[in-house]
């Protein structure tokens, strides 16, 4: 079998191999024809991949392929890093062997999969942010709209006792029957 320069050379010395801490983004392909596995995992900064590492799991091929993917997206948009594909990773290579074209299959696939993972995560923080802003809006008295900054139990602008729902979480009068908010009663015991 005969591989390219390049591949010796990313086989021999490939780079950006371990495990980055704290990852935004982690993918991981298993090779159905071999069983092989490769794990990538990226740091995105500004839309762009700042960092990236790989473990893999395989042949000397599936090396010099993660190595040379991992090359190709360090710096890219996460949009152009999408476009890297098996196909553009093997002619980076100087092409690859037929019998080990499976190889490229594996890297490609588990970048796009660490993107598409923290594109996930990005989603499931913006999910959380209207919460943040309720947390926000509990510094204000519902009845006057002054500020209870530091005296969330009391208002001193209408000199009520404030509670919080025990349905919507925000400030309502001690003991009254309907929330300003949900309009609801459970009160927190
Ligand atoms: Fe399994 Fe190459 S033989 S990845």
Do not use: W
Not at 78 to 92: D, G, H, P, R, T
């Amino acid at each position: 079998m005969i591989y390219s320069e390049k591949v010796m050379e990313h086989f021999q010395n490939p780079r950006n191999v371990g495990v980055l801490k704290n990852a935004d983004g982690v993918g991981q392909v298993g090779n159905p024809v071999c069983g092989d596995m490769m794990t990538f995992y990226i740091k995105v900064e500004d839309n762009r991949i700042a960092d990236v590492r790989f473990q893999t799991f395989g042949c000397g091929a599936a090396i010099a392929v993660s190595s040379m993917v991992s090359e190709m997206a360090l710096g890219k948009t996460l949009e152009e890093a999408m476009e890297i594909s098996n196909k553009s990773v093997a002619e980076e290579l100087g092409g690859l062997p037929k019998n080990k074209l499976h190889c490229s299959n594996l890297g490609a696939d588990a970048l796009h999969k660490a993107i598409e993972n923290y594109k996930k995560r990005q989603k499931a923080t913006k999910k959380d942010q209207p919460a943040k802003s309720a947390d926000k809006a509990k510094c204000y008295c519902p009845y006057c709209e002054g500020s209870l900054e530091g005296m969330e139990g009391f208002c001193k602008e209408c000199q009520i006792e404030l509670e919080e729902c025990g349905e919507c979480g925000m400030p309502k009068r001690k003991g009254a029957k309907e929330c300003p908010h949900c309009g609801k009663t459970k009160v927190i015991v």
